[in-house]
């Protein structure tokens, strides 16, 4: 099938990487502060070190994209695109909502996605055209229709991109059954699995999206950055149920 070795390194490299990751959590691990002010450890270094060298091992003309600084242009129009710890203030804290994220782009274009949460056990995969899948079970989102009885997950109430729509947000949020804000890739992970309806991520690097957006979509959903733009690349992301994607679109004065 079609892209199947890669998804099969992605994620037997999102599952190493998360079990090396889960050994620093449990004997503690100190943050620095990178020029961004966003969190790094020496665990985030060491699992993207790890990832990258299992994927060259298999895939040597691919390039490379990642969050720590891993970086080699392709020879062939395939890029890899990394976080090795998605959540790394959570990984800090002890809190186990954190994920590797790992996806395959060819040519502009996803074709495939692992996103691991060793705090959960749960390992999710989907390749371009081959559907999502939950610990190898095949997922799909939600059929919810009505906000009423959907479940929202909004991350980063606190960050800048939630400024453009600050004076709509808590009565848009209002209209929803539940509201949950466990950090991005879980939360993008629930929706995938139909346990969310729509998600929410005001601010976000390619690589906090490039193996979602690939999950999400091939799990029935919609994508897109805040300017309906179908892309990674944005700086800003939502998505959700088809039949709820009018009312994200209302929040973002995009409708």
């Known amino acids: 099938m079609a892209h199947e070795r890669e998804v099969t390194v992605a994620k037997l490299a999102a599952q190493e990487a998360g079990a090396l990751a889960l050994d620093f959590q449990r004997k503690g691990v ?3 502060v990178k020029a961004d002010e966003s969190p790094v450890t020496a665990a985030d270094r060491a699992c993207e070190q790890l990832i990258v060298k299992l994927i ?14 891993a970086s080699r242009a392709p020879a062939n129009g395939r890029k890899w695109i990394i976080d090795p710890i998605d959540g790394t203030k959570d990984f800090v804290r002890g809190i186990p909502l954190w994920a590797v994220l790992i996806a395959l782009e060819r040519d502009g274009e996803l074709i495939a996605a692992a996103a691991y949460s060793p705090g959960q056990s749960l390992l999710l995969h989907a390749g371009k055209g081959m559907g999502a899948f939950a610990n190898e079970r095949p997922i799909r989102i939600s059929g919810r229709t009505d906000l009423s009885q959907a ?13 453009r ?37 005001p601010n976000a690097q390619p690589w906090d999206l490039a193996p979602l957006k690939l999950i999400v979509e091939e799990a029935g959903g919609k994508f897109a950055a805040f300017d309906g733009q179908n892309t990674i690349y944005g700086g800003n992301a ?3 149920t088809p039949a709820l994607e009018k009312y994200v679109l209302q929040l973002l004065n995009l409708s």
Do not use: T
């Open 30 to 32: 100190a943050a620095e």
């Open 56 to 69: 060259s091992e298999h895939f040597p003309d691919d390039g490379i994209l990642g969050e720590e600084g």
């Open 165 to 201: 729509f600050a004076e709509r947000v808590i009565p848009w949020v209002q209209q929803f059954w539940a509201v949950r804000s466990l950090g991005g890739a879980v939360d993008a992970m629930l929706l995938a699995q139909g346990q969310a309806d729509v998600w929410i991520e």
């Open 238 to 240: 939502y998505a959700c």
């Open 151 to 163: 479940v929202l997950s909004f991350n980063g109430f606190n960050k800048i991109g939630v400024k």
